[in-house]
């Protein structure tokens, strides 16, 4: 039996730093481990400080994640304070974490995960005139004439000439998993180009509400968004207006761009819906509230559990049955490596053991290997994300997200098991986004209208004085992110943070194994059924890992199997 060992360290076009391990057989990978190398401790920087600005501190967390910890972090507070936001306010979070899961979306499928599937010399050899009668048949995008993809054709090739690919530098240009043809590799590399200048625009309503971006201002109690249509230092209807039509750009560039070049590459790669399933169990927290955060009949999305695969029943969420474990993490509990704590009692204790030896893991089970802890949902580890947002819609009865399910399974010719695997993970981040971009502008009715029947308040200071507030409290703040279910839980003491935990989508996803050996989401997928086709070249890893959206760094190395590197490929 062919034994081929293979590290992936770090994994690029993603945020953050991970490394992952895998173990192959005959092309197949049999075992994988997920590894966390950085700590951030987010949550001791917290104790002690004034729960009113802790959305500011937690937003720091990611710089692309910005909008939605300091969303998390309002609503927890508010939680713990009993305070309820005016509706107004309600509405600008709203179009606020809708646009940044659509800006996150389309630049996670073109500038993280598409050149996954798409070859960019590859359309060095295309005729753009083919590229050109192509896209039309698919979409009626003006961009897409011949003129237009030869444009960026002849930029492609002066890199080339130059001895270099600008941004498209040390991929796997030529490997055999790609499967486009170079027409279609050209359409998708000239989409990627605009959607730079795209994502740029539209993220504008953040600086519109928030008064810059990244890092917007938010405000526990509501927003800082004053409205006064006759003021010019206020959201006025000048700059309604512009909202308006950011919004209006956002969807037609998701529906005429990103989701026809997601359904047109995805047919190409139908085998993928057989590959990196994972765990089977999904957790959804649910997102967008049309009313008080607390009525959770009023969510856009759905909130559920969905356990081995089963969409004949959508299991209820309860926060309370969340437990963090250590077994495998870098950490230490006051109660000991088999506790696991709901995050009121969470603990932060790094104990840093050193760095796994590779491979060490097959003789030792207890090594720890990762700074993420393990998240259980009543022991289970489960998978967070559009895929799980999606399946508890569509098993909840949501109507406009069954139609597009639906819609989208049939242009591939698919069956609803596609959905389990990392093709369905991709076409899940797609079908989201389209759904928002056409949920934007109802928000964006809702709120003009309320303005226009009197009703501008966007805080509700009642309860801002420290003085009201009780001797203790806690709070629950809720928030499914565009990379899946977010936690943010705070206690408060006599006017400050006593703890604050944070469970943040990738913890769910990169969870490292518990002590009954359960694997997390990332681990799980790289063991379903996953081809390794050529272990200096890992593509099919990046395929999947990719899949799930980690929260960058700047290199691969695959190593023999005696830890040496053999080869190195950088890639943006």
Known sequence: MATTKVVVDPITRIEGHLRIEALAENGRIANAWATSTQFRGIEIVMQGRDPRDAWAFTQRICGVCTVVHAVASCRAVEDALDIRIPANANIIRNLMVGMQFVQDHVMHFYHLHALDWVDVVSSLSADPTRSAQIAASISPWPNNSATHFREVQNRVKTFVQSGQLGIFTNGYWGHPAYKLPPEVNLIAVAHYLEALDWQRDVIRLHTVFGGKNPHPNFLVGG????????????????????????????????????????????????????????????????????????????????????????????????????????????????????????????????????????????QDEKQKYTWMKAPRYEGKPMEVGPLARMLVAYASGHEEARALIGEALGRLG????????????????????????????????????????????????????????????????????????????VRIADGAIRNYQCVVPSTWNCSPR????????????????????????????????????????????????TGKVITEVKVQ
């Open 514 to 561: 518990d002590a009954q050996g359960q694997m997390g989401p990332y681990e799980a997928a790289l063991t379903s059924n996953h081809p390794l086709v050529d272990p200096e070249r890992p593509i099919e890893i990046l395929r999947t890992i990719h899949s799930f959206d980690p929260c960058m760094a700047c290199g691969v190395h695959v190593l023999d199997a």
């Open 223 to 362: 927003m800082a968004s004053a409205i006064n249509l006759d003021e010019t230092a206020t959201i006025n209807a000048e700059r309604l207006t512009d909202i308006h039509d950011m919004i209006r750009r956002a969807q037609r560039f998701v529906e005429q761009v990103y989701w026809p070049d997601l359904v047109a590459i995805a047919g190409y790669y139908k085998d993928w819906a057989a590959i990196g399933a994972g765990t089977g169990n999904y957790l959804a927290c649910g997102e967008f509230p049309s009313a008080d955060i607390r009525d959770i009949e009023s969510l856009y999305f759905p909130r559920g559990i969905i356990l081995n695969r089963e969409l004949g029943r959508v299991h209820s969420y309860d926060q309370r049955a969340v437990a963090e474990f250590i077994h495998s993490s870098w950490y230490e509990y006051s109660q000991g490596d088999a506790a696991g704590l709901h995050p009121y009692d969470g603990e932060t204790k790094p104990s840093y053991t050193g760095p796994p030896t590779p491979w060490t893991y097959l």
């Open 414 to 489: 698919v069956g609803a098991p596609a959905l389990f695997s990392t093709l369905g993970r991709t076409a899940a981040r797609g079908i989201e986004t389209v759904l928002i971009a056409r949920q934007l502008p109802r928000w964006y009715d809702d709120l003009v209208a309320r303005i226009k029947g009197g009703d501008v308040r966007t805080f509700d200071g009642a309860k801002w004085e420290p003085s009201s507030w009780p001797a203790e409290a806690r709070g629950y703040g809720y928030l499914d992110a565009p990379r899946g279910a977010l936690g943010h839980w």
